[in-house]
């Protein structure tokens, strides 16, 4: 079973620079990669699988934060550490705001994992003091309660 899906056209394209470095450090040149698609080697998709592999592992490796807003005006921040994630939720509740927080812990190499569920879910990485940030607001609305 992929840990990762497949990137698609769209973000092959956004990509193409570094899936050109990927193929030349296989020793795939141009003429070979075309030769590929034309003649619909099963190569091809052992080689899509194996770049979204190595361009998702590197992805979530430098993601440390992330922020989604899943829509019913909530605020979900995260931040992640090298086996667990801290999650700072805020959500209105009438006239006033509903915080809450709690922390999952994983093992290290599912790290990656976590942080890819999450962008698929519509999560953006976000800065360490955009988290800060909430963080700090939340303090500061749960003092004054």
């Known amino acids: 079973m992929r840990r990762f899906r497949r990137l698609t056209l ?14 030349a450090s296989e020793g795939i040149t141009a003429e070979d990669w075309e030769q ?20 998702w592992e590197g992805a979530t490796q430098a993601i ?7 829509g019913d005006e909530s605020l979900w921040v995260f931040r992640f550490d090298e086996s667990s ?6 959500s209105p509740a009438g006239s006033s705001t509903q915080w809450s927080q709690g922390t999952k812990s994983y093992a290290p190499e599912a790290r990656g994992q976590e942080i890819f569920q999450l962008l ?14 909430i963080e700090n607001h939340m303090k500061g609305a749960t003092q004054a309660s």
């Open 120 to 133: 698929e879910q519509g999560a953006k990485p976000c800065s360490k003091e955009r988290f800060s940030e």
């Open 36 to 55: 590929k698609l034309l003649s619909n080697s099963s190569d091809v998709v052992t080689c899509l699988d194996e770049f979204s592999t190595k361009f």
């Open 10 to 23: 769209e973000e092959l394209q956004n990509v193409r620079p570094e899936f050109v470095k990927y193929l």
């Open 64 to 70: 440390v934060c992330l922020e989604h807003s899943p």
């Open 85 to 90: 994630a801290r999650l700072i939720q805020c």
